[in-house]
């Protein structure tokens, strides 16, 4: 596969930096997905002291960490579709897989893909 090249977003106010955290962010919804899945252990707060003396609380840490996971995991997502409704899960691939255009058999121009990728992240800077 080709060297994936960055996104110019200066249009958008956005840094080349800040499109790269963006970019790596959503490469990290597959994980984002599994982690809450496998964040569903829940139990009664431990009697153990942690810092400072205070006992731990597994499930509130448990309900904070999953809290955390599905925001962004939906945020991801209604940016997708807010983006564009009928084509949100190509461009889901895209962004979170890097599956290039090519590989996406989709009914939609290179050129249009591109403007809605760039619009992405836009509408993802913005909910971040």
Do not use: H, W
Not at 26 to 38: I, S, V
Not at 61 to 75: C, F, R, Y
Not at 88 to 113: H, Q
Request: proline share 4%; glycine share 6%; with cysteine.
């Amino acid at each position: 596969m080709a060297k994936e090249r960055n996104l110019r977003l200066l249009e958008y106010d956005i840094s080349d930096n800040r499109y790269r955290e963006l970019k790596y962010f959503c490469r990290q919804y597959k994980e984002k997905q599994k982690r809450l899945q496998a964040v569903t252990e829940l139990s009664s707060p431990q009697l153990g002291a942690r810092r400072g003396g205070l006992p731990s609380d597994r499930t509130g840490n448990v309900g904070v960490k999953k809290a955390q996971l599905t925001s962004e995991i939906q945020m991801i997502e209604q940016a997708a579709l807010e983006t564009d409704g009928e084509y949100y899960p190509f461009l889901l691939k895209n962004v979170t897989e890097g599956i290039p255009y090519e590989y996406l058999d989709m009914p939609f121009s290179r050129a249009g893909f591109y403007a809605a990728r760039r619009k992405f992240f836009s509408i993802l800077d913005k909910k971040r």
